[in-house]
């Protein structure tokens, strides 16, 4: 059985291993560096003896290789001595994406109640954290969150790592411990605890607590985990929290970034709040208020214009010609631009005007929507080109064909009011 060493000594980046067996692609070392990819952290990348490494998986038991390279090309056999190179970039990134999700839980702990972790995911550009929580986390959280989670990253906690049994992992106070999405941190019976400050964190020159942050020696966070991970939180550097989602009941996913990809985040947005200033004549701090006015004032104008169609559409509907049946005086005509909903309260007003007491108004509407009309811009707005007249001078088949078309020919939608 081999086991990655890549978690107990996530600084090695080149290493030399025996080769213990080759199936195709496929190669088990004595040892190995290589992390394989579990609990949401991506496989290690890298060569060996030259070879890409395309992935690198646990399985049975053994740390399995597999090489991006045709099986028949491969000269490895059992008892060679082979050397490993890991990606520095890409493990540095996993590490420092790591820890930051524990930094990011940590945080969690201080602003949620009842939490629970259901588990996280490591991509090229952003991490994703799936908390439990008593109450769903909104957007003020994700402010407070990206907030703590940077005071920890500045306040340069230390990390460590230690392996206790499983009954010992599971008394540690506060750890958080979810078997099945943590499966990488259990072997043999033994648990590897992972802790983000602590009493070596506390010292002379800490500074004052800011929003929730530790003013004493209690870790930040304590979790079984079997990733990689940086020696301190200063190592993270800036942490973006990008957005949130709701995956599944009681759970909320906060998805973040590190590394250039939050540095780019971080500058899109304040060039964002700037040109919002700018366009808005405000500062950046003010944009809320003045944001507020302009709704307040969208709202204002989108009433008004409202009234005034109305008024418009009941005036056209008073223009209407009106005619005597059967007793009653119904004004009976087509209303264009207007949608049939839009008509209801002028048309009510209409009528109400032609009761008794009073007015002049009709005792019923009939009105239609202009489809004609419509028809007709809409296809001048396609470009298309109107069918040509026919002659008036036609044959007995042309008028038999016109008068089947008019027959097919749909009316305009009528809307009746009484």
């Known amino acids: 059985m081999t086991v990655s060493r890549a978690p107990a000594e996530p600084t090695v980046r080149e290493f030399e291993a025996t080769v213990e067996s080759v199936d195709g692609r496929a190669v088990v070392l004595d040892e190995t560096y290589f992390y394989p990819e579990s609990g949401g952290q ?40 082979v050397t490993g190179v890991i990606d520095d970039a890409f493990r540095t990134y996993c590490a420092r994406a790591h820890t930051a999700s524990h930094v990011l839980y940590g945080a969690a702990r201080r602003i949620a109640d009842d939490l629970g972790y259901a588990g996280f995911d490591i991509s090229e550009t952003k991490v994703r954290v799936d908390l439990t929580t008593a109450e769903p986390l909104d ?45 990488g941190a259990m072997s043999d019976g033994a648990v590897r605890v992972v802790t983000v400050g602590g009493a070596s964190a506390a010292g002379d020159g800490a500074a004052p607590a800011v929003d929730g942050a530790e003013t004493d020696a209690d870790p930040w966070d304590v979790a079984a985990c079997g990733g990689t ?20 009941e009681g759970v909320t996913r906060v998805e973040f970034a590190v590394g250039p990809t939050a540095i780019d985040e971080i500058g899109a947005v304040h060039a964002a709040a700037l040109d919002a200033a700018t366009t808005l004549d405000a500062r950046v701090g003010d944009l ?4 507020a006015r302009l709704r307040g004032e969208t709202d204002r ?16 509907l008073r223009d209407l010609p009106t005619a005597e049946v059967d007793g009653a005086r119904w004004a009976i005509g087509t209303v264009d631009d207007a949608d049939p909903n839009e008509l209801r309260e002028p048309a009510g007003e209409a009528l109400a005007a032609g009761k008794p007491d009073a007015g002049d108004g009709p005792d ?10 419509a028809a007709r811009r809409s296809r001048r707005a396609a470009g298309s080109t109107p069918t040509p007249r026919r002659s008036r001078r036609g044959s007995a088949s042309d008028d038999r064909e016109a008068r089947s078309r008019g027959a097919r020919r749909r009316p305009p939608i009528a809307h009746f009011f009484r």
């Open 42 to 81: 991506p496989a290690d990348r890298g060569t060996l003896d030259g070879h890409l490494v395309d992935d690198v998986v646990e399985r049975d038991g053994a740390v399995v290789h597999a090489l991006d390279a045709d099986p028949g090309a491969l000269s490895l056999a059992p008892g060679d001595v």
């Open 139 to 183: 957007d003020d959280d994700l402010i407070k969150l990206e907030r703590l989670a940077n005071r920890a990253v500045w306040d340069s906690l230390p990390v460590s790592w230690e392996t206790h049994s499983a009954e010992e992992a599971r008394e540690v106070d506060g750890i958080a411990f979810n078997a099945k999405t943590e499966e």
């Open 229 to 248: 991970h940086v020696s301190n939180t200063g190592e993270i550097g800036p942490v973006a929290v990008l957005e949130r989602s709701n995956p599944g």
């Open 288 to 291: 809320p208020d003045a944001v």
């Open 301 to 316: 104008l989108e009433a008004d214009l409202r009234d005034a169609r109305e008024e418009l559409l009941a005036a056209r």
């Open 364 to 373: 019923a509407l009939a009105s239609s929507a202009g489809v004609g009309a």
